[in-house]
């Protein structure tokens, strides 16, 4: 078979598509699942779908409530296989690999054993990962930083519990959160990414801030990164989004106001490098192979030349189509129906 197409997930019963190495489904392609190069030394990460949260923000609208058809797990030594070849294509030395996911990526069974063998990976110097925070322990946090993550994105929104649980949209255990973000400084680094919902954490990012200060966050690299919130087609959309400007403004008024520091010009070691060539260009008609549903309604992924093709509205569940590419940025590509082959 392509992949293990009758899994279901156990926490919200949807059909789940399992992606391994002799599956001949490639992981460069698709913003859902396996990696993308973004034509940085930053490396995303993707070996999951699905969260044990539903924020009323999330950008992919995931969660136990989620409208998207289907899950997607990679397998891990899959996984690094390929990672290897993108790193050997940059001829880079200094590598960041960036665990993140639609959903929450601590969900991976498979985690501990991924951190390890990608920092066998001697160019990577940074692994990171993205994670609400409400998955982890003590133990798997020691776990982890044996294996070689060297820094926790914390997505923690508000100190205040009514709050905490208003844009997780399911109730959040922010005591221990709270106390985790206190440990995990000890192990590694942290960096607190609230995003800021107008309307709803407004009181709270200097709070953030400060505790994240308190709990040593932010050693070699910002102690928080306050991510402004924007609206998606496909997301979850509480509040209509403001623009980037009046964002800076609010931060650069509550830093006045409050004598704190929320904006940092530095970040992470980010400097463009060689992006993977990409096989088509926007307005090419090529022959793609149907492979299965994607995440949106009436959405399959296609396959050619080694990368996964997007192709919304298609009545074609299997065999080949002629489409049209629409998209080819970063190597995410979207492709137009033309006709079943």
Known sequence: SKG??????????KETIYI???????????????????????????????????????????GPLS??????VVEKDYIVQELKKIVGFKQEDYIDAHINSQGEPLLYADMVELVADIAKIPQIKVISIDTNGTLLTKQFIDDLAAAGLTRINLSLNALDQEIADKMAGFPYNLKKVMD??????????????????????????????????EVGAGKNCP?????NFLNYRFGRNPVKQVEMGVFYKKLHDLEQKHNIKLHYEYGFKVKRCRELPKPFKKGDIIKAQVLFAGRLPNEMLAVAKDRLISVP????????????????????????????I
Request: with cysteine.
């Open 4 to 13: 293990f197409i009758h899994l279901k997930n156990r926490l919200n019963n």
């Open 20 to 62: 391994h190495k002799n599956s001949g489904i490639p992981l460069i392609g698709t913003n859902y699942f396996g990696l993308i190069d973004r034509g940085t030394n930053i490396i995303e990460i993707k070996p999951i779908t699905s969260c044990n949260l539903g924020c009323i923000y999330c950008s992919v609208d995931e």
């Open 67 to 72: 409208r998207r058809k289907v899950d997607f």
């Open 180 to 213: 985790l973000a206190a440990y995990i400084p000890k192990k590694m680094d942290l960096i607190i990414a609230p995003v800021w919902l107008p309307g709803y954490n407004d009181n709270e990012l200097v709070k953030l801030a400060k505790f994240a200060d």
């Open 223 to 227: 102690p928080i990164g306050i991510q």
């Open 313 to 340: 509205n298609c009545y074609k569940k299997q065999g080949f189509v002629k489409i049209r590419i629409k998209r080819t940025k970063h190597n995410i590509f979207l492709g137009e129906l033309l006709k079943a």
